[in-house]
């Protein structure tokens, strides 16, 4: 029998929690009271939403580390995306923790994202400290809270020790935490000292040699390539000799020039680390996630972190307009692959492959959300490409076609109950359960294809004054539904190049609404509005008045455009249809054809309608 050591010098854990839930938050007050700030030190807030999408939207989308000292112990916390999209980030999380802290709000108690990440945590047989967050809301409902999450445990098969977690509630904002609902304490200590009893420490063999599982990848202008991982046994140095095992077994020498941990959110130089600690090493050329490090002179690979099959996919391409390469840095289609390759190291739950057209690409992943999140974050870093519109990934077993489903959670006003449930119903959901609380606000659960959810997210907003709340949760694969309309509403298309004219937009506006403004540039295939009807409509926009012997050319008529709703990019990628794209730059969003000159585009449908009458 192996003996088996703990190292008390470390706890490794993972927050979980839904968005806006207070999870970044109560990490700023965590960090405050470990004494990781000098007293004078100037601090932002939500130190762990790194990236600026992150502190736009108010979301975690990266797992981050970092660690506090508390009582001598080191604890590193690791802060888990709380969208269903970022699963792969989760796998990442988890696979470097021994317990977690599932954060839930007191009046919303625990919502669908927080099931996925649970679910996950549990499964790994982790233990887990309940802590009910924003207890001084005045519709707080902390008890109620509570007996949800023992019925989300239940729910989810919980192992019984697993049932037994301890509960704390907390004020994140104000840094308070307490045992008693009643007799709120005046800091967090009992929340770290219930880390510290609660959290196991990590456990491994001393007689094992190093090995470590690269759970993440970083890269430094100074040090190249950061492998960060958890040591699941032995210890390194500096200067070992050591090796990398990768996806196909073969077996790469490497020398680590740095060895750092985490110090706060920072990186401090270590010569030397032990099982149990997370750890960055750097002086790799070629590693990935899922490799193991270890010892040259006991090589053996660690089981490889899994994910979840990814569920949609979308075609991206360089731009073809003729506006391209007029905003962006990067245009080529090496330089768009370079970036997609480099993404899927980061993230193994994205995959690309070659499409058959040339510089095109289909990048396969969890939802359209980090799809969406994903070509931001290229725009933002100089990239011009094309995007096409999210498709599920369909599956065949037995002759039958199969597609991803979501189970979806809606709530919304009691009277906005029957438009939300007759939208779902044309889109092939089912309905699961229905609660009306008498509060004047309904709770429903549904079962709907993954592509029903495509573009109706802003639809479910409209129709419900703003004030409806939806999540899904990916809910495996079941038999094709069925078809049904993804728009109801044609396209206007500009017919020619040029520039927007007041004139031509005004007398077009009666026809739909218009995505352009006077003086933006067109081209043909350009798609400049929505037709209110469910054809596409072939228009000039940059018609101008002609002078006549009646009147001046644009003198005696004042010609006020409406104002254009700004177009952004998740709107974009739910409006466009199979045919259509949208050209993404640094500067701007537009929405075009496919196929963009006018005679081959209507040639090219004349023969699909043919194709479709001889069937």
């Known amino acids: 029998m192996k003996a088996i050591a703990t190292n008390e010098n470390i706890r490794n854990i993972a927050i979980i929690a839904h968005v806006d839930h207070g999870k970044t938050t109560l990490v700023d007050g965590l960090f405050r009271q470990s004494g990781m700030y000098r007293e004078n030190q100037s601090v932002s807030d939500r130190v762990m939403d790194s990236m600026d999408l992150e502190r736009e939207r108010g979301i975690t989308i990266a797992a981050k580390n970092c660690s506090v000292l508390w009582k001598d112990v080191k604890i590193n916390i690791l802060d888990t995306p709380g969208h269903a999209d970022f699963g792969g980030e989760v796998e990442r999380a988890l696979s470097m923790v021994d317990g977690a802290i599932l954060l839930v709000d007191a009046s919303e108690g625990p919502l669908p994202q927080t099931r996925f990440v649970l679910k996950k ?8 400290i309940v802590v009910v967050n924003k207890i001084d809301r005045k519709d707080a409902r902390p008890q109620e809270v509570l007996n949800e999450v023992y019925d989300l445990f239940i729910d989810l098969d919980a192992q019984e020790d697993q049932l037994g977690f301890p509960v704390i509630y907390a004020i994140g904002r104000e840094g308070k935490a307490s045992r008693e609902l009643e007799n709120m304490g005046e800091n967090l200590h009992v929340l770290f000292d219930e880390i510290l009893a609660t959290m196991p420490a990590p456990r491994y063999d ?42 196909d077994e073969a077996l790469q020498a490497l020398r680590v020039t740095k060895l750092q941990s985490y110090q706060g959110v920072t990186f401090a130089e270590v010569e030397e680390a032990l099982a149990g600690d997370i750890i960055v090493v750097s002086g790799l050329e070629d590693v990935t996630i899922g490799d193991t490090i270890c010892h040259k002179d006991a090589p053996k690979a660690l089981p490889r972190i899994r994910v979840d099959e990814p569920t949609v996919s979308m075609r991206f391409s360089i731009n073809t307009s003729p506006l391209a390469g007029r905003e962006g840095k990067h245009v080529t289609g090496s330089k768009i692959r370079e970036r997609l390759i480099k993404e899927t190291l980061r993230n193994v739950s994205i995959r690309v492959e070659e499409a058959d057209e040339r510089d095109s690409f289909i990048v396969k992943g969890r939802g359209e959300f980090q799809m969406a999140i994903l070509v931001e974050t290229m725009r933002r870093e100089g990239f011009e490409l094309n995007v096409g519109r999210p498709e599920v990934i369909y599956r065949y077993e037995d002759g039958k076609r199969l597609e991803p489903m979501e189970h979806l959670y809606i709530d919304c006003a009691e009277n906005y109950m029957g438009v939300v449930t007759e939208k779902l119903s044309q889109r092939k959901g089912k309905m699961l359960n229905l609660v009306n609380h008498g509060t004047g606000r309904v709770r429903m659960e549904f079962t709907v294809p993954a592509r029903s959810l495509i573009g109706y997210r802003d639809e479910f907003l409209t129709d419900t004054k703003g004030t409806g709340i939806m999540n899904s949760l990916f809910d495996g694969y079941g038999e094709y539904r069925g078809d049904f309309p993804t728009r109801h509403s044609g396209s206007i298309v500009a017919d020619r190049n040029g520039v927007g004219v007041a004139y031509g937009l005004f007398n077009l506006e009666p026809r739909g609404e218009l995505f352009i403004s006077p003086g933006d540039p067109i081209y043909e295939g350009m798609i400049v509005g929505e037709h209110n009807r469910d054809n596409d409509i072939d228009v000039n926009p940059a018609k101008e008045k002609k002078l006549s012997n009646m009147r001046a050319s644009g003198r005696d008529e004042n010609i006020i455009a409406t104002p254009v709703r700004p177009m952004t990019l998740e709107r974009a990628i739910h409006f466009i249809r199979e045919d259509e794209m949208v050209e993404i730059t640094p500067q701007s969003i537009r929405l075009r054809k496919a196929i963009l000159p006018a005679a081959k585009r209507h040639s090219v449908l004349g023969q699909k309608k043919k194709a479709t009458e001889a069937k």
Do not use: C, N, W
Not at 121 to 128: E, H, K, N, Q, T
Not at 215 to 225: A, E, P, V
């Open 121 to 128: 945590a549990l499964d790994r047989g982790l233990p887990v």
């Open 206 to 247: 001393p007689e094992a040699p190093f090995q470590m599982l690269v759970s993440d990848l970083g890269y430094s202008d100074y040090l190249g390539r950061l492998a960060v991982g958890k040591i699941v046994s032995g210890r390194v140095h500096t200067s070992d000799q050591l090796v990398r095992i990768g996806p």
